[in-house]
């Protein structure tokens, strides 16, 4: 069994950065893909980013040059610096890993910008 936890929840000002970090530990083998989603309120959940295991990265367009998302292999861990926040940016952010047709959710933690 894989368990994810995910921190760098808070609240932060419209502009401000914010980082998240999400690690995974348990019964894993190789991770391909890492991706950050997020649900704002009344919304679906959308996909931020997502990296590969090779570095490979892509981003919602909104979240370009904005957003940047990083792993570190050896210690099975997924980031998401984020700058220049807006009110838009408020969600519930979650990571996602995928390991062969497995894939893990994390529980999700609130980031919340105000203006």
């Known amino acids: 069994q894989v368990h994810l936890v995910e921190s760098g929840e808070g609240l932060v000002q419209a502009g401000g950065s914010l980082r998240l970090s999400c690690a995974a530990s348990g019964s894993i083998i190789s991770i391909n893909v890492m991706n950050w989603y997020r649900q704002a309120p009344g919304k679906q959940r959308e996909l931020v980013a997502s990296i590969t295991r090779s570095g490979n990265t892509d981003y919602a367009d909104s979240m370009k040059g904005r957003f940047t998302i990083s792993r570190d292999n050896a210690n099975n861990t997924v980031y998401l610096q984020m700058n220049s926040l807006t009110p838009e940016d408020t969600a519930v952010y979650y990571c996602?890993?995928?390991?062969?047709?497995?894939?893990?959710w994390g529980q999700g933690i609130l980031v919340t910008v105000s203006s």
């Open positions: 996602r890993i995928g390991m062969g047709y497995v894939e893990v």
